[in-house]
């Protein structure tokens, strides 16, 4: 009966994984950056960078470019699970040296109220002395400005695949942080804001741009949905004027179809399996009790014989679905 609950538990299995699509996660995170520059003119790009595109070998790359008239002085906060790990910071992204993030412990005030909480928050300080000078007029997809480049490592995955026993199903959702937004905040609140331990006021940008920059799909890889709508379904990146969120969700057609065929496949084989049973039993209730020797001696090998037939059917059928799981499992991403 062992191989008989492997058999069941292969067809689960594989019906689960057909069918099953990962939660994304909510909320993300949450990236800004925050100028103290008073009556700020530049012009800020926010750009997240994550999967192999990601500078050296960090998960994610942040990069703040700023162009406009005067000096840029401002700070980078990173909030939720976006906070990295192995923090990197430089202008050259193959020369990045690694620091210890500096944490917020306070509090974000506006005029007298508390907007947010930002204990445990990072914060990355912005100094760019001369800035050139904006095109104009800049476009979403042509910018030049001075850049900082913050690389680490997310404290939770922007990819997450649906599956069971580590064996992956053939979704995916991708959800990024928040660009130029703060968790509690109305987005088009611009400030002024106060945060006690650091002196100054600080503004969001007026004029600000968001860009996520994902990974490029596979040939195989489809776009099921995404917010916003893909320009490209090739890849997974969005620009925005303004604060930007990010998400969605793919499928791998060519191992659907292997997990639907699969799933076909032990169906077919469950459902013979389930008919062989039922005339199995039907014929052990319709058998009457021997009221003889003779009798009882001319049941017993063909009660035998069913046994033993009924062993082989369930011994073929399990093991065909655990070569069908051990292929499944061979085929992990």
């Given at each position: 009966?062992?191989?008989?609950?492997?058999?069941?538990?292969?067809?689960?299995?594989?019906?689960?994984?057909?069918?099953?699509?990962?939660?994304?996660?909510?909320?993300?995170?949450?990236?800004?950056?925050?100028?103290?520059?008073?009556?700020?003119?530049?012009?800020?790009?926010?750009?997240?960078?994550?999967?192999?595109?990601?500078?050296?070998?960090?998960?994610?790359?942040?990069?703040?470019?700023?162009?406009?008239?005067?000096?840029?002085?401002?700070?980078?906060?990173?909030?939720?699970?976006?906070?990295?790990?192995?923090?990197?910071?430089?202008?050259?992204?193959?020369?990045?040296?690694?620091?210890?993030?500096?944490?917020?412990?306070?509090?974000?005030?506006?005029?007298?109220?508390?907007?947010?909480?930002?204990?445990?928050?990072?914060?990355?300080?912005l100094e760019m002395d001369d800035p050139p000078v904006c095109l104009v007029p800049s476009t979403l997809d042509l910018f030049t400005g001075?850049?900082?480049?913050?690389?680490?490592?997310?404290?939770?995955?922007?990819?997450?695949?649906?599956?069971?026993?580590?064996?992956?199903?053939?979704?995916?959702?991708?959800?990024?942080?928040?660009?130029?937004?703060?968790?509690?905040?109305?987005?088009?609140?611009?400030?002024?804001?106060?945060?006690?331990?650091?002196?100054?006021?600080?503004?969001?940008?007026?004029?600000?741009?968001?860009?996520?920059?994902?990974?490029?799909?596979?040939?195989?890889?489809?776009?099921?949905?995404?917010?916003?709508?893909?320009?490209?379904?090739?890849?997974?990146?969005?620009?925005?004027?303004?604060?930007?969120?990010?998400?969605a969700t793919i499928i791998d057609s060519q191992r659907q179809a292997d997990l639907t065929n699969v799933n076909a496949g032990l169906g077919?084989?469950?459902?013979?399996?389930?008919?062989?049973?039922?005339?199995?039993a039907l014929e052990t209730t319709k058998r009457q009790r021997p009221d003889s020797a003779s009798s009882l001696a001319a049941v017993e090998?063909?009660?035998?014989?069913?046994?033993?037939?009924?062993?082989?059917?369930?011994?073929?059928?399990?093991?065909?679905?655990?070569?069908?799981?051990?292929?499944?499992?061979?085929?992990?991403?």
């Amino acid at each position: 009966m062992s191989i008989s609950a492997l058999a069941v538990l292969g067809f689960a299995l594989s019906t689960y994984l057909v069918a099953s699509t990962p939660n994304t996660r909510y909320p993300p995170g949450w990236i800004t950056v925050l100028s103290s520059t008073p009556g700020d003119t530049h012009e800020v790009r926010l750009e997240l960078i994550s999967g192999e595109f990601a500078a050296g070998s960090a998960d994610v790359g942040i990069t703040v470019a700023v162009c406009g008239p005067g000096k840029f002085r401002g700070e980078l906060l990173i909030g939720g699970p976006a906070k990295l790990d192995q923090m990197r910071i430089g202008q050259d992204p193959e020369a990045l040296k690694s620091v210890k993030p500096k944490i917020l412990h306070g509090e974000l005030h506006y005029f007298q109220n508390v907007l947010a909480d930002l204990n445990g928050v990072q914060r990355v300080h912005l100094e760019m002395d001369d800035p050139p000078v904006c095109l104009v007029p800049s476009t979403l997809d042509l910018f030049t400005g001075s850049a900082e480049i913050v690389a680490g490592k997310m404290s939770a995955p922007i990819r997450t695949t649906a599956g069971i026993l580590g064996i992956p199903s053939a979704r995916s959702s991708y959800a990024w942080p928040t660009l130029g937004a703060i968790a509690g905040v109305e987005q088009s609140n611009l400030g002024e804001f106060t945060i006690p331990e650091l002196a100054g006021s600080y503004t969001r940008p007026p004029n600000f741009t968001a860009r996520i920059f994902g990974q490029g799909l596979l040939p195989s890889e489809q776009v099921l949905v995404s917010s916003p709508d893909l320009q490209n379904t090739h890849n997974l990146s969005w620009t925005r004027k303004g604060p930007l969120s990010a998400s969605a969700t793919i499928i791998d057609s060519q191992r659907q179809a292997d997990l639907t065929n699969v799933n076909a496949g032990l169906g077919i084989a469950f459902g013979i399996g389930g008919s062989v049973l039922a005339a199995v039993a039907l014929e052990t209730t319709k058998r009457q009790r021997p009221d003889s020797a003779s009798s009882l001696a001319a049941v017993e090998p063909t009660s035998r014989r069913s046994r033993r037939d009924l062993r082989f059917f369930v011994s073929f059928v399990g093991g065909i679905s655990g070569l069908t799981l051990i292929w499944l499992l061979g085929r992990r991403r």
